[in-house]
């Protein structure tokens, strides 16, 4: 990543203006458009950190072999939660390092003239 820090407070504003729907459906759109590319280099970080690979498929055999159901149900609710919680963590991280590879945007020509 590059030297750009950024405190808690600044964290929290940017992620509160994606509540923004206009903004946040920007953003899918673009990432839709390099979706197939960036699922790739996602699916690749995932299988590197270990997190798909055997332990998983431990832990999935675990959790649907447990007899009682609502027991059951619980623990694959928790594996898929932290399944998700991880995918969205290996997803931010991927793209902050994109965003340091492209570095910053150039304004296009509406832009220039604000």
Do not use: K, N, Y
Not at 37 to 43: E, F, I, K, N, T
Not at 81 to 99: F, Y
């Amino acid at each position: 990543m590059s030297g750009a820090a950024f405190t808690e407070a600044e964290v929290d504003e940017a992620v509160g203006r994606l509540t923004d729907g206009d903004r946040l459906q920007a953003a899918e759109a673009r990432v839709a458009a390099a979706a197939p590319a960036l699922q790739r280099v996602l699916v690749e970080a995932l299988a590197a950190g270990g997190w798909f690979g055997d332990s998983h498929r431990s832990e999935l055999l675990r959790v649907t072999s447990i007899a009682d159901e609502a027991e059951r149900a619980t623990a694959v609710d928790t594996l898929l939660a932290e399944e998700a919680r991880i995918s969205m963590m290996v997803g931010v991280a991927v793209g902050w390092a994109l965003a340091d590879e492209l570095g910053p945007p150039t304004p296009t020509p509406d832009q220039e003239e604000s």
